[in-house]
């Protein structure tokens, strides 16, 4: 089978190269961050994701996977080149930093000799392509080698990035020749032999669309979002009000679940990304919703540091506050844009003493913010608050005894901002329990 290298070995990268490892084909990883690959090469990822470990052991072992530093022996290894790097958003900016995806075009298509397929799995703004191509012909116009450009955008989601990988919805390639369709067909047959969709665009298209479903998403989240805004105000419940529009087929459950909001390397960044290159190409009106849904999504992690003033009495100065959750979203160590590390900073700033509860984050997150204070026991956390905050949605704070947990805490005080938790289970064991999305409730007035 053909052999493959993944240039990049964060979170795409090592899943990738470890999925292609598993259809059966011989991959060479490749990255800059010689403590990374060392780590890869000896059989885990530097990071969690469910399933990975055991799938880059089990092909680290089988020697199908490996992992180098050496770009040269990247081009002599393979003609087949996956581009899996970062692209993050510019500092001072809203759009996307492509330097490594420039750097490694640069410094990889020089080494070829012959011919070779470099395909791009980064999200990138549209247009970068045709500019990519043009580097490509820049670079080899001295040599003999012919190096066509594919796009094949990422799918993935944190938490269940093997099994999109090895099942995906749908498998999207952008390409401007027969040859290089032809190649990406023979590569996925392992996956489009079960049924899975093969869709071939032109380039735009398949740049396209990583982004739009990236936009539709965070637009489905933020529209519950601005009900709960609403709800808060007119005494209605947002979470009964998305139970009630998810059974309209049109709509649907998925991605309808009131909260905090979205946060991770992907979602914030590449909606500001579109805008911003929409607004490059003189169309910035036809996305300009989106700086709302941005809006709607960070004004959620602002009321949740309001409502939690409130339970405290209307000051955070000499309270202990319980966080749970660090990772911007479960099954995952990830702290990019996390909205709970973001609330417990703002709390932070107004006085109050900060506990984290997370089961794989923490190491991540104390590196961040050493002044707060970390445990993985959700209990030991509860120990001492004023309130807890339920800000990630691990099963294992759902799994919580409220009875327990009101032996450790100081105040029987919860803001539940997942919506995730037992409302009836947490107040029958005593906790004032609040959420958003729903009007606070007030103590009764009392009788003179």
């Not at 594919?150 to 020749?177: I, K």
């Not at 003033?309 to 660090?326: P, Q």
Request: glycine share 8%; with cysteine; proline share 5%.
């Amino acid at each position: 089978m053909t052999n493959i290298t993944v240039i990049g070995t964060g979170y795409l990268g090592a899943t990738h190269a470890a999925c292609m490892a598993e259809l059966g084909y011989d991959v060479l990883g490749i990255d800059r961050d010689a403590h990374k690959i060392s780590e890869l090469s000896q059989g885990y990822a530097p990071f969690y994701e469910p399933g990975l470990n055991e799938l880059i052991a089990k092909h680290t072992a089988s020697g199908r996977l490996r992992f180098s530093t050496s770009f040269a022996e990247a081009a002599d290894f393979a003609d087949v080149h996956f581009l899996c790097v970062g692209t993050p958003q510019l500092p001072g900016s809203d759009a996307a930093d492509l330097r490594y995806v420039d750097s490694v075009v640069d410094e990889l298509v020089p080494l070829i000799d012959g011919r070779a397929l470099l395909i791009g799995k980064s999200t990138v703004p549209v247009g970068t392509c045709e500019r990519l191509g043009a580097r490509i012909a820049r670079l080899t116009a001295t040599s003999d080698a012919r190096i066509e450009l594919a796009w094949n955008p990422e799918f993935l989601r944190e938490g269940s990035a093997v099994q999109d990988t090895l099942a995906p919805d749908r498998l999207v390639v952008g390409v401007d020749s027969i040859t290089a369709e032809e190649t990406l067909r023979d590569l996925y047959r392992p996956l489009t032999d079960s049924g899975i969709p093969f869709l071939s665009t032109d380039f735009a298209t398949a740049e396209l669309v990583k982004v739009s479903a990236n936009s539709f998403l965070a637009t489905k989240i933020s529209f519950i979002n601005a009900m709960a805004e609403i709800c808060e105000v007119a005494g209605a419940d947002v979470t009964q009000l998305a139970q009630a529009l998810s059974h309209d087929p049109r709509i649907g459950s998925r991605f309808l679940s009131p909260g905090l909001g979205f946060g991770g390397g992907c979602l914030p960044k590449d909606i500001r990304g579109f805008v911003a290159r929409a607004t490059e190409l003189g169309v910035g009106g036809s996305v300009a919703f989106l700086k709302e849904v941005d809006a709607i999504n960070l004004r959620r992690r602002t009321r949740t540091v309001e409502l939690a003033r409130e339970l405290c009495g209307g000051s955070f100065e000499d309270k202990h506050i319980t966080i749970w959750g660090a990772a911007f979203k479960p099954d995952s160590d990830d702290i990019r844009d996390s909205p709970a590390l973001a609330v417990a900073d703002a709390i932070s700033e107004l006085g109050g003493r900060i506990t984290v509860c997370d089961p794989q984050a923490t190491e991540n997150a104390r590196r961040r913010h050493p002044g707060f204070a970390f445990t993985a026991d959700p209990l030991v956390a509860a120990k001492g608050a004023h309130v807890v905050l339920h800000l990630t949605e691990w099963a294992m704070f759902q799994d919580v005894d409220p009875v327990l947990a009101a032996r450790h805490a100081q105040d029987l005080c919860i803001l539940d901002a997942r919506n995730t938790l037992d409302a009836a289970r947490w107040r029958s064991a005593g906790w004032q329990y609040a959420r958003l999305g729903q009007r606070p409730s007030k103590p009764a007035p009392a009788f003179v």
